[in-house]
């Protein structure tokens, strides 16, 4: 298996519900960061958190960090139809030269 | 203005052609990078330049070639295209590579090998 490995690969949830997504990962990060990918287009940033970090919150979002389980999670609240996208884990190991994006997961927000 | 462009958006060409991508970023940014997405969405980092040295280089065919004539651009140029080349290609750009800088995508380049 790949490093950056997340589950579910897909979700489906109803408006206002919450959505968590988690990422598993093999060797010692440097941060770990989540990105978002919208159906046909390329990825935009929303969170990083640093490998001394445990928590970090960005509006209605939320990551955890366990760095002894080595994994992550993601947590939007109150999810809404256009946070429908697809999401990944990117893990940055070896000093910036090993870059790995997990393997995603679709998330499906319905009305 | 757009952050990072690519060109072609679209790419269809026949099995054993040479093609081009090019990758502009007009973030004044440092690092820029190429990613294949395949059909199951697996994002594969393929190559990183900084300042117009690479730093990057995956466990890619040799058919790919990148090459930076400047940091603000970063091209691909891919020989005797194979149907498995089929894929999304994208470029992205950073401040710098060693601390996990944020990335910026272009929209990429959805390439068709027939």
Redesign the interface.
């Known amino acids: 298996s790949q490093q950056g490995e997340e589950d579910p690969q897909a979700l489906s949830i109803q408006e206002g519900e919450n959505a968590t997504m988690n990422c598993s990962y093999k060797t010692s990060i440097?941060?770990l960061?989540w990105?978002r990918?919208n159906s046909?287009?390329?990825?935009?940033?929303l969170i990083?958190i640093?490998s001394n970090e445990r928590e970090k919150h960005s509006g209605r979002l939320r990551v955890t960090l366990d760095t002894s389980k080595k994994s992550s999670s993601l947590l939007i609240t109150a999810s809404r139809a256009a946070d429908t996208a697809?999401y990944?884990c990117?893990i940055?190991t070896g000093?910036?030269?090993k870059?790995?994006?997990g393997?995603?997961t679709?998330l499906k927000v319905e009305l | 203005d757009t952050a990072v462009s690519q060109t072609p958006k679209y790419l269809v060409t026949q099995m054993g052609n040479d093609k081009s991508i090019k990758c502009e970023q007009n973030l004044g940014h440092d690092t820029m990078y190429w990613y294949k997405q395949d059909s199951k969405k697996f994002l594969k980092i393929m190559f990183s330049y900084n300042n117009k040295e690479l730093i990057i280089n995956e466990t890619v065919p040799n058919r790919f070639s990148p090459k930076s004539p400047d940091k603000a651009h970063l091209n691909l140029h891919i020989n005797s295209l194979e149907l498995g080349d089929s894929a999304v290609y994208f470029c992205a750009s950073s401040q710098g590579y060693t601390r996990g800088e944020t990335q910026y995508f272009g929209p990429g380049t959805r390439l068709l090998v027939l």
Request: aromatic share 16%.
């Open positions: 440097n941060n960061q990105y990918q046909g287009r390329g990825l935009v940033h990083l640093r697809s990944f990117f940055l000093g910036g030269n870059l790995t994006f393997t995603g679709q």
